[in-house]
């Protein structure tokens, strides 16, 4: 067991060694413990990315729709206690397996599972974004500890109410509806939208999306900042700098450095500016980014200096759209 868990670390670092990239292969790995960890810190356990996500579920609505949404996020709050239940499983298990009690061989799956499962957990604290939509990411080893609340095996049998009927019926229940919710809203997707990857259905048009396609060509190097990098991948185009996406908080002053030093290199012609991001999304998103590194933006600097505003877009995200000084600013596309 002990190697086949080793031999793939032990390839991926040769590999690395060979081609002289193992201290930047070291750098990436540690890189998100510094520098995610300190945009996205957020409680353990959180269902709502904002107070006004709140707002809008339970303090706006009737006592019936409070207790129907109770329902259906309440897989959310068993969802978060799957890892403390598999670090006190793995706890009873080992000193099962000390003590002697049970025969190693059935409790050497529950200490597998639920070392594992727990792990899960404790990279999701560690990364401080443990909150339930991370948890989910790690879904496949915490839910292994699920079935057993019904099951009722060794390691869980101290925990009261496991195994009843009526916990087997709601977890059936509760989860149905939890994961009605997306297939409901996939069902409001009805705008068509038109793509260089495809036709897709949206729930509104995307202004962004639209003004990339009616304003570049494929191939075409633009930046979309600081976020929405999936707007490259449907109308073809590539960022001159090497990030997907730059974000404030997140990337170091080094990082945004070098990118503002691509883009002036390759003359980027159009900025895709993402308002939105830092009215809406960065403080639902990314709460603890700090004010100091929004108010030293290097990117807004080049903007003000080589590039002017040549157009507003509206809609859900919203953007502004930057082109070089030089560049005339295009004309309005014909309705």
């Known amino acids: 067991m002990g190697i086949g868990a080793t031999w793939p670390f032990l390839l991926v670092t040769g590999y690395w060694a060979h081609v002289g990239a193992l201290r930047q292969m070291w750098n990436d790995w540690l890189w998100p413990l510094h520098h995610y960890a300190s945009a996205n810190a957020v409680s353990y356990g959180a269902i709502f990315k904002s107070y006004e996500d709140w707002n809008d579920v339970f303090a706006n609505s009737s006592w019936l729709g409070r207790g129907i949404a109770a329902l259906i996020l309440s897989p959310c709050i068993v969802i978060d206690l799957l890892p403390i239940l598999a670090a006190a499983s793995l706890i009873v298990a080992m000193r099962a397996i000390i003590k002697r009690e049970r025969e190693t061989s059935t409790l050497a799956y529950y200490v597998l599972v639920s070392a594992a499962a727990s792990s899960m957990g404790l990279c999701a604290v560690l990364s401080r974004r443990a909150d339930t939509a991370h948890l989910i990411f790690a879904g496949p080893p915490l839910f292994l500890v699920l079935p057993w609340l019904i099951q009722v095996p060794t390691v869980l049998r101290w925990l009261p109410g496991a195994g009843s009927r009526w916990l087997a019926g709601f977890?059936?229940?509760?989860?149905?509806?939890?994961?009605?919710?997306?297939?409901?809203?996939?069902?409001?997707?009805?705008?068509?939208?038109?793509?260089?990857?495809?036709?897709?259905?949206?729930?509104?048009?995307?202004?962004?999306?639209?003004?990339?396609?009616?304003?570049?060509?494929?191939?075409?190097?633009?930046?979309?900042?600081?976020?929405?990098?999936?707007?490259?991948?449907?109308?073809?185009?590539?960022?001159?700098?090497?990030?997907?996406?730059?974000?404030?908080?997140?990337?170091?002053?080094?990082?945004?450095?070098?990118?503002?030093?691509?883009?002036?290199?390759?003359?980027?012609?159009?900025?895709?500016?993402?308002?939105?991001?830092?009215?809406?999304?960065?403080?639902?998103?990314?709460?603890?980014?700090?004010?100091?590194?929004?108010?030293?933006?290097?990117?807004?600097?080049?903007?003000?200096?080589?590039?002017?505003?040549?157009?507003?877009?509206?809609?859900?995200?919203?953007?502004?759209?930057?082109?070089?000084?030089?560049?005339?600013?295009?004309?309005?596309?014909?309705?």
Request: aromatic share 14%; with cysteine.
């Open 171 to 335: 977890f059936l229940g509760s989860f149905s509806l939890y994961g009605a919710v997306p297939i409901t809203a996939r069902a409001r997707m009805s705008v068509p939208t038109f793509t260089r990857r495809g036709a897709l259905e949206v729930g509104q048009q995307n202004g962004g999306l639209e003004y990339l396609m009616s304003h570049t060509y494929p191939g075409e190097r633009v930046l979309v900042y600081p976020y929405s990098p999936l707007l490259y991948y449907l109308t073809d185009t590539y960022s001159p700098a090497t990030f997907d996406f730059l974000q404030p908080g997140m990337h170091t002053r080094e990082q945004f450095d070098e990118a503002v030093r691509a883009v002036e290199a390759d003359r980027t012609p159009l900025v895709l500016y993402e308002t939105s991001f830092f009215s809406d999304s960065l403080y639902r998103f990314w709460p603890s980014t700090s004010p100091e590194a929004i108010a030293r933006e290097p990117m807004r600097e080049l903007l003000l200096s080589e590039y002017r505003p040549c157009a507003i877009i509206k809609g859900d995200d919203r953007f502004v759209a930057f082109w070089r000084k030089d560049i005339p600013c295009p004309p309005k596309p014909a309705p």
